[in-house]
């Protein structure tokens, strides 16, 4: 089975960085995955690890460690705009199904 | 190059109805999965599928819950005899054959009442 853990809920103000941690545990493993979701909205890809290390993307960025089962999104210069759910999800093989953490509200604050 | 498609994007239906939910994946997508999100709750995958094909249908319910994929048209997610319980998004994603990223839908928000 999977297990994939994040905060609930994380606030910082705009301008600041906010760091979003994720955990998982599982059996096999192609790729972790964040994606922001607006509420009432469609997830929007931001990011895919497959390989340890940093992926930096503009204002985002994301990083893994396989050994550790433990990776990061970074988000930089919070704008009001970056208020959503951030959702981490881990998938097995390739092409497979996603499995998705709860994912954590993150409110910016003027 | 239109995203992927769902309608309708709300639906209400009484207990006891049917529901037929609709997903049309990118143009030259052949992989198909449908999630659903509670309220305030993560995505949790019910069934992936390839064209005339159930590959993986681990997260559907025993009953009441069909999916397919026809070599023409669009996917259907079909939820039979609804009840309060099945209020939530449904959202279809699609992804080429091998790739490693799904496209989101914009989700279709199933209301029994």
């Known amino acids: 089975g999977q297990n994939i853990d994040q905060p609930t809920e994380m606030t910082a103000t705009e301008g600041a960085i906010v760091q979003i941690n994720c955990t998982y545990q599982?059996?096999?493993?192609?790729?972790l995955f964040w994606y922001q979701q607006h509420a009432g909205e469609a997830p929007t890809f931001l990011s895919y690890?497959?390989?340890?290390g940093l992926e930096e993307k503009g204002r985002f960025s994301s990083f893994l460690s396989r050994s550790k089962g433990y990776s990061y999104l970074l988000l930089k210069e919070l704008q009001m705009k970056d208020s959503a759910s951030y959702l981490c999800?881990?998938?097995?093989?390739?092409?497979?199904?996603?499995?998705f953490g709860g994912g954590t509200r993150v409110l910016v604050k003027p | 190059n239109a995203g992927v498609m769902q309608n309708p994007r709300h639906l209400v239906r009484r207990r006891g109805q049917e529901a037929r939910l609709r997903c049309s994946p990118m143009?030259?997508?052949?992989?198909v999965y449908w999630y659903r999100q509670l309220p305030e709750e993560g995505l949790k995958f019910m069934v992936y599928?390839?064209?005339?094909?159930?590959?993986?249908e681990s997260g559907m319910p025993k009953e009441r819950f069909s999916a397919e994929f026809p070599k023409e048209g669009p996917s259907i997610l079909r939820i039979q005899q609804v009840v309060r319980g099945d209020s939530a998004a449904y959202f279809c994603?699609?992804?080429?054959?091998?790739?490693?990223?799904?496209?989101f839908g914009q989700g279709t928000r199933l209301t029994v009442v």
């Open positions: 994603a699609s992804s080429p054959q091998g790739a490693e990223r799904a496209f």
């Open positions: 599982t059996s096999g493993f192609n790729g």
């Open positions: 690890n497959v390989l340890d």
């Open positions: 999800a881990v998938s097995r093989a390739a092409g497979n199904k996603l499995t």
């Open positions: 143009k030259g997508h052949s992989h």
């Open positions: 599928l390839q064209k005339e094909n159930i590959i993986d």
